[in-house]
């Protein structure tokens, strides 16, 4: 059979044998009629015709072979309607992010350390893209400060409570005041990777981000250095610390797991006071509400872009 691509003009030959007389003639898509190359007895500039169609007949002369079925014969295509392939789909740029929609998923690598503020002569952060852990001891507020400081700031600000990320298990919870065992510090380790990763993700797409945590500096496994691990150096840690008094009087108020005995609250916020000469900044906010307390933060956040603390 003919090939069924037709060939550039230069390059055709002489007309492919024609068949037994006994069968139709076939052509190949995109060549001549036999009326055009065959001694028919017509003059050689009958007009092409699609195969679909019945050619159209001299007068007074009848046509050399019966019709066949068309559904014997491959379909032509005449030169005039032959369309090139459609072009391929541009590829991706291979610099292109990942994305979900129009929110950009997270490069994986660390936070880094915000710009200081535009403006030397504003206080606070202001526009600055933060990443912020809040320390702090049962009682001590940081959840509702670092709540506040997000729904207050002029920019679009995340907060994401360590706790609330841990209680997101419900069967199967391994409750840390049942007794810190190997369940429930893997739990508490699967939290904080989550809100690494949930911290990341909105600084990725130009959302600040606080997430507050009882952080010991005596304990390794609930330390600084998952938090750095799992966010980035550019991580700004911050510590409230008021009194003894203060958050047992918090602690009080609370209900559910969320409250502790009077005895585990005094040994935490014990624990809590090994972050004096740590070189992290610390707010005691005893006597301060909580949009003072977050005005405050504001500020020492301020001062730490200014001049990154040392962790």
Known sequence: ????????????????????????????????????????GNSGHAPVAPAHATPPQQPHQPPA??????????????????????????PVPPGARDTTGHIQLPPGGPVALPAPPPSAAHAGTGSTTLAVLLIGPAGAGKTTVAKYWAQSRQVPTAHISLDDVREWVCSGFADPQAGWNDHSEAQYRLARRTCGFAARNFLANNISCIVDDAVFPDRPVVGLGGWKRHVGPGLLPVVLLPGLEVVLERNAKRSGNRRLSDEEVARIHGRMAGW??????????????????????????ARAVASPPTW
């Not at 230069?10 to 492919?16: F, G, L, S, T």
């Not at 004096?276 to 956040?301: K, M």
């Open 276 to 301: 004096y000469g740590s070189g992290l900044p610390i707010i005691d906010n005893s006597q301060y509400d909580v949009a003072t307390t977050a005005q405050l933060l504001d500020e020492t956040l």
């Open 65 to 90: 072979h019966p019709q066949q079925p068309q559904a014997q014969h491959p379909q032509l295509h005449p030169p005039q309607h032959h369309q090139p392939p459609s072009p391929h789909h541009a």
């Open 1 to 40: 059979m003919p090939s069924a691509v037709p060939e550039p003009p230069h390059a055709r030959q002489d007309p492919a044998p024609q068949p037994p007389s006994h069968a139709p003639r076939t052509h190949a898509p995109g060549f001549a009629t036999p009326a055009q190359h065959t001694g028919n």
